[in-house]
């Protein structure tokens, strides 16, 4: 037996925790903090600028700020981006979890392919806007985002098309 038939026929025995599952929850617990507790996102996402710089409302604004953010704190602006990135992550732990319940394996797949895209953008974002100490943090982002892309792209490749 070779190794690709191998591991066909390892793809299509049902596994004791469904893929779908595991990432529908991962996904569901980061959105569910991110609406429960915005700070507790804001220490798995540390992007926060310095308090400092709140503070200071006589400073000139950006010409680059958009006229609906103008007169607003930063934190008040992150804080609105924290809960459209749990609302994010309540979309993909709700869309894994419907594809596994239906036995879409490829799609399962293909969605655990494409939600490495936003690990490398949070990277980035973490990368060129959170603090100095932070920065190693986006190599995490980068480093699991790459290891679930190979893994994701190994399983699609061997899954048969009739899943």
């Known amino acids: 037996m070779d190794f690709k038939q191998l591991l066909a026929e390892s793809l299509n025995k049902p596994s004791v925790i469904p893929p779908g599952y595991v990432l ?3 996904f569901l617990g980061l959105g569910i903090m991110g609406i429960i507790s915005p700070a507790q996102a804001e220490l798995a996402f540390p992007v926060r600028q310095d308090e400092d710089e709140d503070e200071d409302e006589d400073k000139e604004e950006p010409s680059n700020v958009h006229p609906a953010a103008r007169g607003m704190s930063l934190t ?3 804080r609105a981006h924290l809960y459209s990135k749990a609302g994010r ?3 993909f732990g709700l869309s894994f ?3 596994q319940y239906q036995g879409n394996m ?3 797949v293909a969605l655990e392919s494409l939600v490495t895209i936003v690990g490398f953008v949070d990277g980035f974002a973490v990368w060129k ?3 100095e100490d932070a920065k190693p943090l986006a190599w995490s982002y980068w480093t699991w985002s790459l290891s679930i892309l190979a893994i ?3 399983r699609l490749y061997f899954l048969p098309f009739s899943q």
Do not use: N
Request: glycine share 14%; aromatic share 10%.
């Open 76 to 78: 008040r602006v992150l």
């Open 89 to 91: 992550d309540l979309v």
């Open 24 to 26: 529908g929850s991962c």
């Open 152 to 154: 994701a792209g190994a």
């Open 97 to 99: 979890f419907a594809l």
């Open 129 to 131: 806007y959170g603090a």
């Open 106 to 108: 490829r799609a399962v």
